[in-house]
């Protein structure tokens, strides 16, 4: 079963144009953003576990006219700018109480386990509530934690957080922003859910709108910094913009701090998350960038970013330079083929051989790997590959998808896009860091597939 979403193909036609004009001006900026290029994403809700950065969205479908989500997605990375897909290890299945929209949430880890929280409408009221999903690992795959909604009020977008003294904290809203102590086993509550009061003063003045008088309207993002509470939040509608509110508690009194994100990038929402990783900070939205792309197919960015010194958080802007890769990829450790900085054509889905492959291959496709580090040099090329075709060739190549061929490995028909073989060929002229292209080439129709691949030294 081989999906065919029209609108990303296109994109990926467009894309290609567009990088390849970009290669060929080599003063031009970098274009890493959005993160995800072969589908759309949104609400992105970043969490930092054990030195990587795990990446929670929802699934725009392709050609959507609402917000019609049907699962959600994870992806990682160890530099900020090469995006490993993890697939889709949380959907509305998982949830026997759900009927539809999956919409944004937020995980966080808690002795050793993964809680994901999440809005669906509950079949049995009609109304949106919260669920909660658990695993073992950031990437799942994730079950219904409980069985039922955690809470249920008819509103959206819940984010969490725990405090340093090991109280945890669930929030969310839309139109009113709500609070709930969560219990150490983050499943259940004490007490009953408490509505934050929507001032000016915490809040902003929103002119136009009698019934929402403040800038407050969905998608908080709570966490602590240097003993200040933050609410980074979307504000007015439509469109939004992101702004943010600070609070000596995690219960207030929020005092309004004005914008971190204006209005930009051609989606009427934006949604936020915040982390801190390897001592830079991190601000993650979404937006329509993508070809296609609009208010119901947006597409998760990140941008670097520094507090001013008195911790407030500077203004925003969206790039498509995206956030500076954190270190070098090493091409000498085994990667896997749906770690990407950009994919031009490709999609993935779940290997046989565990984790994802990427596919849907045509002659043309590539994948962009960022700063992959050689260092005095590699002898060849390996690549797990699969074809039920009659395959082609993958051209290693440095700088750009029509730059310096290094090597090329032919690829055979294997009778099926699940059955697998490695494929190997020597390499020349690869040393110092360079960002790597995977370009595939061969006849017409679908060439083959690849699930991982590796140079030796
Ligand atoms: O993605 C569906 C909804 O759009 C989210 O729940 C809101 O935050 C907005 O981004």
Redesign the pocket.
């Known amino acids: 079963m081989k999906p065919f979403p029209a609108i990303p193909r296109r994109a990926a036609a467009l894309l290609t144009a567009l990088l390849c004009a970009l290669v060929l001006a080599p003063a031009a900026a970098r274009a890493d953003n959005p993160i995800v290029q072969h589908i759309y994403t ?2 992105p809700a970043p969490l930092v576990h054990n030195g990587r950065v795990y990446l929670y969205t ?1 699934h ?1 479908e392709d050609n959507s006219t609402w ?1 019609t ?1 049907k699962e959600w997605r994870v992806w990682s990375s160890d530099d900020m700018v090469n995006w490993t897909d993890h697939g889709s290890p949380m959907n509305l299945a998982t949830f026997s109480w759900a009927k539809q ?1 999956a ?2 949430g937020q995980a966080i880890e808690r002795n050793g386990k993964f809680y994901w929280y999440v ?1 669906v409408v509950n079949r049995a009221t009609g109304r949106m509530a919260i669920g909660v999903g658990v695993a073992d690992s950031p990437t799942g795959p994730f079950r219904d934690a409980i069985g039922r909604p955690l809470v249920e009020n008819g509103e ?2 819940p984010t969490v957080f725990i405090d340093d003294n090991g109280q945890a904290y669930l929030y969310w809203g ?1 139109p009113n922003l709500w609070y709930v102590r969560l219990n150490a086993d983050m499943t259940s509550f004490s007490g009953s859910p408490t509505q934050v009061p929507l001032t000016t003063a915490g809040f902003g003045s929103r002119s136009g709108d009698a019934n929402r008088p403040t800038l407050y309207e ?2 908080p993002w709570v966490y602590k910094r240097n003993g200040l509470y933050y609410n980074v939040f ?1 504000a007015k509608c439509c469109s ?1 913009f992101i702004a943010y509110s600070t609070a000596p508690s995690p219960t207030g009194p929020w005092t309004y701090r004005g914008t971190v994100m204006p209005t930009q990038g051609g989606s009427f ?3 936020a998350g915040i982390v801190d990783f390897k001592g830079g900070s991190y601000f993650f939205y ?1 937006n329509g960038a993508l070809p296609g792309g609009g208010g119901f197919t ?1 597409s998760v960015a990140v941008e670097k970013f520094t507090y001013n010194a008195d911790g407030t958080i500077p203004t925003i802007n969206m790039t498509t330079g995206g956030a500076p890769q954190v270190g070098t990829l090493n091409p000498f450790a085994r990667q896997e083929a749906e770690t990407i900085a950009w994919g031009s054509g490709i999609e993935t889905e779940p290997a046989s051989e565990g984790g994802m492959n990427i596919g849907w291959i045509e002659n043309g496709d590539y994948v962009k790997v960022k700063g992959a580090a050689f260092g005095s040099g590699a002898r060849s090329f390996s690549a797990r590959v699969a074809s039920a075709g009659s395959g082609g060739t993958v051209e290693v190549r440095l700088d750009g998808p029509n730059g310096t061929v290094v090597g090329r490995c032919g690829v055979s028909g294997t009778g099926g896009w699940q059955t697998w073989t490695t494929v190997s060929c020597p390499i020349s002229g690869a040393t110092g860091t360079h960002d790597l292209y995977l370009r595939f080439t061969g006849g017409s129709g679908y060439l083959f597939n690849v699930n991982w691949w590796q140079f030796t030294a």
């Open positions: 949104a609400d929802g725009d917000f989500m929209d919409w944004a809005p959206i977008d839309n969905e998608g979307a939004e929402t934006n949604h979404h947006r």
